[in-house]
C-alpha cells in the first residue's frame, strides 16, 4: 500500500523555528490571514475588486480580531461582508489541530521520550507549565469530540464514489517503536461534494482490519457504493469484495505505473510511462484493453517477458474508470484526491517524528481529517452528478434495447 517517504530535516527545521521565536508567530499569522481573505473571497463568490458574474455579496472593510495560539497572539483582521452573512470557521479548525499537535509533543516530553530538540520545540509551542495530569485533561475532552466526529452518521443518500488510501507513522507500543497504518477513507456523495468518512490507525493494513473499518462505515450509514479506488492490497481487496458486492474495484493508476516501471531500468522507463498513458487515454475498455495487448507484445519482443506478463494479468485492473462517465474519469482513476490531506498530515507528523502512543497519532490524523472534510463539504461541487445518473439512464435504455433484440 503506501509507503512512508518522510524526509529526516525534521530538526534542522525546528532549529530555525528556535532561532527566531517570532518568526513562526509571523508566519502562522501571515498563513491565518491570508486563510480568512479566501474565505470571503469564497463567500462573496468574487477576489477584492474582481469584476465576476459568479458575485453573491460585496466586502465591507475588516474588523480586529486577537487569537490566542501558542506560538503568542495572533493580530489578525477579519473580513466582513454588507450582509452581514459571512461567518468564518477557521478559529475552531485552527485551534483544534493545534490542540492536537502539542498535545503529541507534550505527551513525548512528560513521557519522558523527548530528544532535545523536541523539548524545546514543546515549550515554545506548548508552554512550561503542564503535568501528566493535564495532559490527560486536555486529550480527554479533545478525545470525546473526534470521537463524535468518527462515529458520527453518514446522511448523504448514497457515497457513489469510494477512495481508500493508506500512509504509514511511527509510534511507541509497548515500549517499542513500530510503523502504524494510518487508513483513510474518503467518498464523493450524490451531491458532487467530497467528504471524509473515517480515518483509523491500526497495527497492520490486514483483511480484519479492512472489515471492521468498512463495517463501521456501513453501520453509520454508507450505502450507494458503485466504484472504489485503492491501491493492490490483497487484503483490501478482500474487504472490498466482501462489503460492496456489486461495485466495481478501480486500481489507482499512479500506484500501479510505479509499480510497473520499477521492473524496468532507468533508461526504459520513458518509453513505458509513454506506453502506459496510450492505455490509459483509451476513450473505452476494449479499446484499451486492446492497446494494452499490443504494449504487452511489444515488451515482450523486446526480452521483458516480466513486464509483458504484468500488463496482461493486472492492467485490466486499472481500467474500471473507462464505465463510468468520461468527465469524472480523471478524478475517479487514481487516490490523488486526498494527496494533499497526505501532504499535511506529512507536514505536521515531521514535528513529532515518533508518536507516543497510537492514541496521539489517532488524534492529530483526525483533527486534520475534520479540517480537511470541512472544507471539502462547505466548498465547490467536486463533480457534477448529474452526468453519472444520465450515464446510467443511458446504459439502462441500451440494455433494453439489446432485450427487446433478442425477443
Given at each position: 500500500m503506501?509507503k ?8 534542522p527545521?525546528q532549529g530555525i523555528l528556535?532561532d527566531?521565536?517570532?518568526f513562526?508567530?509571523?508566519?502562522v499569522?501571515r ?9 470571503m473571497?469564497?463567500h462573496v ?5 474582481e469584476?465576476?458574474?459568479?458575485r453573491t455579496?460585496?466586502r465591507n472593510?475588516h474588523?480586529?480580531?486577537?487569537l490566542r ?7 489578525l483582521a477579519?473580513?466582513q461582508?454588507?450582509?452581514g ?5 477557521l478559529?475552531s479548525r485552527?485551534?483544534?489541530n493545534?490542540?492536537?499537535l ?10 519522558g521520550?523527548s ?8 515549550e515554545a ?7 501528566k495530569?493535564?495532559v490527560?485533561?486536555l486529550?480527554?475532552s479533545?478525545d470525546?469530540?473526534l ?10 443518500k448514497?457515497?457513489p464514489?469510494?477512495l ?6 511511527k509510534a511507541?507500543?509497548d515500549?517499542r ?6 487508513l ?5 456523495r ?7 468518512l473515517g480515518v483509523?490507525?491500526a497495527d497492520t ?5 479492512y472489515?471492521e ?5 456501513k453501520?453509520?450509514g454508507l ?7 485503492s491501491d493492490?492490497?490483497?487484503g483490501?481487496?478482500a ?5 460492496f458486492?456489486?461495485?466495481?474495484w478501480?486500481r489507482c493508476q499512479?500506484?500501479y505505473?510505479?509499480?510497473l516501471?520499477?521492473?524496468?531500468g532507468h533508461?526504459?522507463r520513458k518509453e ?7 492505455i490509459?487515454?483509451?476513450?473505452a475498455?476494449?479499446?484499451?484493453l ?6 504487452a507484445?511489444?515488451?515482450?519482443e ?7 506478463c504484468?500488463i ?9 474508470c473507462l464505465?463510468f ?6 478524478r475517479i482513476?487514481?487516490?490523488n484526491?486526498l494527496?494533499?490531506?497526505n501532504?499535511?498530515?506529512k507536514?505536521?507528523?515531521r514535528v513529532v517524528r515518533i508518536f ?5 497519532c489517532?488524534?492529530?490524523?483526525t483533527?486534520?481529517?475534520v479540517?480537511?472534510?470541512?472544507e ?10 448529474e452526468?453519472l445518473r444520465?450515464?446510467?439512464?443511458s446504459?439502462d435504455r ?9 425477443r
Amino acid at each position: 500500500m503506501a509507503k512512508d517517504h518522510r524526509r529526516t530535516d525534521a530538526e534542522p527545521a525546528q532549529g530555525i523555528l528556535l532561532d527566531d521565536p517570532g518568526f513562526l508567530k509571523g508566519v502562522v499569522e501571515r498563513v491565518v490571514q491570508d486563510l480568512l481573505e479566501a474565505e470571503m473571497t469564497e463567500h462573496v463568490g468574487a477576489a477584492p475588486y474582481e469584476r465576476s458574474v459568479a458575485r453573491t455579496g460585496q466586502r465591507n472593510g475588516h474588523k480586529p480580531r486577537a487569537l490566542r495560539t501558542r506560538v503568542g497572539t495572533l493580530n489578525l483582521a477579519v473580513p466582513q461582508d454588507r450582509e452581514g452573512t459571512f461567518s468564518t470557521r477557521l478559529f475552531s479548525r485552527y485551534q483544534r489541530n493545534e490542540k492536537a499537535l502539542c498535545l503529541a509533543l507534550m505527551e513525548m516530553y512528560v513521557e519522558g521520550v523527548s530528544t532535545r530538540k523536541v523539548k524545546e520545540v514543546t515549550e515554545a509551542l506548548c508552554g512550561t507549565s503542564f503535568s501528566k495530569s493535564l495532559v490527560s485533561s486536555l486529550a480527554g475532552s479533545l478525545d470525546a469530540e473526534l470521537e463524535a466526529w468518527r462515529s458520527r452518521p453518514l446522511e448523504a443518500k448514497a457515497y457513489p464514489y469510494l477512495l481508500v488510501d493508506a500512509r504509514y507513522e511511527k509510534a511507541r507500543v509497548d515500549g517499542r517503536v513500530v510503523s502504524q497504518g494510518v487508513l483513510i477513507v474518503s467518498a464523493v456523495r450524490e451531491d458532487g461534494l467530497r467528504e471524509i468518512l473515517g480515518v483509523e490507525v491500526a497495527d497492520t493494513e490486514s483483511e480484519a482490519t479492512y472489515q471492521e473499518l468498512f463495517r463501521s462505515l456501513k453501520r453509520r450509514g454508507l450505502s450507494g457504493v458503485e466504484l472504489v479506488v485503492s491501491d493492490d492490497h490483497r487484503g483490501l481487496k478482500a474487504a472490498i469484495e466482501r462489503h460492496f458486492q456489486g461495485a466495481s474495484w478501480q486500481r489507482c493508476q499512479v500506484h500501479y505505473a510505479r509499480n510497473l516501471l520499477g521492473m524496468v531500468g532507468h533508461a526504459n522507463r520513458k518509453e513505458l510511462a509513454a506506453d502506459l498513458r496510450a492505455i490509459f487515454a483509451a476513450p473505452a475498455r476494449e479499446q484499451a484493453l486492446q492497446i494494452a495487448s499490443s504494449v504487452a507484445e511489444k515488451w515482450r519482443e523486446k526480452g521483458n517477458e516480466k513486464v509483458a506478463c504484468h500488463i496482461e494479468e493486472h492492467v485490466e485492473e486499472c481500467l474500471a474508470c473507462l464505465c463510468f462517465p468520461e468527465s469524472h474519469r480523471r478524478r475517479i482513476r487514481t487516490t490523488n484526491s486526498l494527496e494533499r490531506f497526505n501532504q499535511e498530515l506529512k507536514r505536521r507528523t515531521r514535528v513529532v517524528r515518533i508518536f507516543p502512543n497510537r492514541e496521539a497519532c489517532l488524534r492529530l490524523v483526525t483533527a486534520l481529517a475534520v479540517e480537511q472534510s470541512e472544507e471539502w463539504v462547505t466548498g465547490r461541487r467536486y463533480l457534477n452528478m448529474e452526468d453519472l445518473r444520465e450515464h446510467q439512464r443511458s446504459e439502462d435504455r441500451e440494455a433494453e434495447g439489446v432485450m427487446l433484440m433478442e425477443r
